[in-house]
């Protein structure tokens, strides 16, 4: 397998699409349901390369998980996409401030994502 890529989001339906999405160029999918999951799986794969998220989730959100990955020297490095609903100018600033690289809105174009998820991979 390719690089680790982790999906944070709360609709399953979601998660299952963008990591047959993914893995159709090779990458490695882990996924899970809201922003304390995901910081626990940053914690348990440490060889994570790409964190995809969504803002609006259960228990914590997606801008408090990129602020506290940007907060953690190990994680920091790490680039973020959102993908959202959200289109909330002030939303996007904040989570550009936390360290967000790309903020892509739902529904996705697979190959628009792809683009961009493999530039920052550097795939090509």
Not at 33 to 48: C, E, F, T
Not at 58 to 64: C, S, W
């Amino acid at each position: 397998m390719g690089a680790k890529v982790l999906v944070v989001d709360d609709s399953d339906s979601l998660r299952t699409q963008l990591k047959k999405c993914l893995q159709s160029i090779g990458l490695d999918v882990v996924d899970v349901g809201d922003g304390l999951q995901g910081l626990d799986a940053l914690s348990k794969n440490p060889d994570l390369k790409l964190i995809i998220c969504d803002v609006n989730m259960p228990n914590m959100d997606g801008i408090t998980m990129v602020t506290k990955v940007s907060e953690n020297d190990t994680w920091k490095a790490i680039p973020i996409f959102m993908l959202t609903t959200e289109t909330n100018t002030d939303l996007k600033d904040k989570g550009k401030q936390a360290g967000v690289k790309a903020w892509i809105t739902k529904p996705f174009q697979e190959d628009k994502l792809l683009l961009a998820v493999r530039k920052m991979l550097g795939m090509g």
